[in-house]
T-cell receptor, first 115, second 111 residues
Framework: ETGVTQTPRHLVMGMTNKKSLKCEQHLGHNAMYWYKQSAKKPLELMFVYSLEERVENNSVPSRFSPECPNSSHLFLHLHTLQPEDSALYLC?????WGAGANVLTFGAGSRLTVL | RKEVEQDPGPFNVPEGATVAFNCTYSNSASQSFFWYRQDCRKEPKLLMSVYSSGNEDGRFTAQLNRASQYISLLIRDSKLSDSATYLCVVLFYSSASKIIFGSGTRLSIRP
């Protein structure tokens, strides 16, 4: 285990469903990230939270809604998704954000399929 | 031009061979560089950081060329277990930080 735990590992949902992805880190890190990985594409940064404050939002559609209740937990709330949103969603954490951003530790990912 | 570019491969080499691949970056403000490894259907994991003076970790050697804006990864005496996708990661920070991943280079080692 890397110290970053994601649940669920697999999720199948319809376009009208509402679901959430959860990420928890046990590393004492201050920054947490959501990435999207689609086939044959580089990792796309979606959101960054530093000390529970959102510091990065990379033009992500509003059907993806992040939540960071504390520095150890990060959620990605999903609603009215499209089939093209099917991908591997990776959570990561690092010691700091900004000039201190350094090594990322990833969770195992949540593989999402939208029907 | 992409901020971080990698040859997607695949590189298909025999066990025991030496293989090298490069990664180019476009932003001269880039500060930190890393190689990550991603196995099929798994998460990326840090392989090694890349230092200005170059660094070695067993069979793996990483180099940074700031003048030409590229980093490289050399794998000697390749093993079957080295088969994976290798991701180049560039971090730069000025007024804001950005961590940019390359699209990865697929490496396949054959017996």
């Amino acid at each position: 285990e890397t110290g970053v735990t994601q649940t669920p590992r697999h999720l199948v949902m319809g376009m009208t469903n509402k679901k959430s992805l959860k990420c928890e880190q046990h590393l004492g890190h201050n920054a947490m990230y959501w990435y999207k990985q689609s086939a044959k594409k580089p990792l796309e940064l979606m959101f960054v939270y530093s000390l529970e404050e959102r510091v990065e939002n990379n033009s992500v559609p509003s059907r993806f809604s992040p939540e960071c209740p504390n520095s150890s937990h990060l959620f990605l709330h999903l609603h009215t998704l499209q089939p093209e949103d099917s991908a591997l969603y990776l959570c990561a954490s690092s010691q700091e954000w900004g000039a201190g951003a350094n090594v990322l530790t990833f969770g195992a990912g949540s593989r999402l399929t939208v029907l | 031009r992409k901020e971080v570019e990698q040859d997607p491969g695949p590189f298909n080499v025999p066990e025991g061979a030496t293989v090298a691949f490069n990664c180019t970056y476009s932003n001269s403000a880039s500060q930190s560089f890393f190689w990550y490894r991603q196995d099929c259907r798994k998460e990326p994991k840090l392989l090694m950081s890349v230092y200005s003076s170059g660094n070695e970790d067993g069979r793996f050697t990483a180099q940074l060329n700031r003048a030409s804006q590229y980093i490289s990864l050399l794998i000697r005496d390749s093993k079957l277990s080295d088969s994976a996708t290798y991701l180049c990661v560039v971090l730069f920070y000025s007024s804001a930080s950005k961590i940019i991943f390359g699209s990865g280079t697929r490496l396949s080692i054959r017996p």
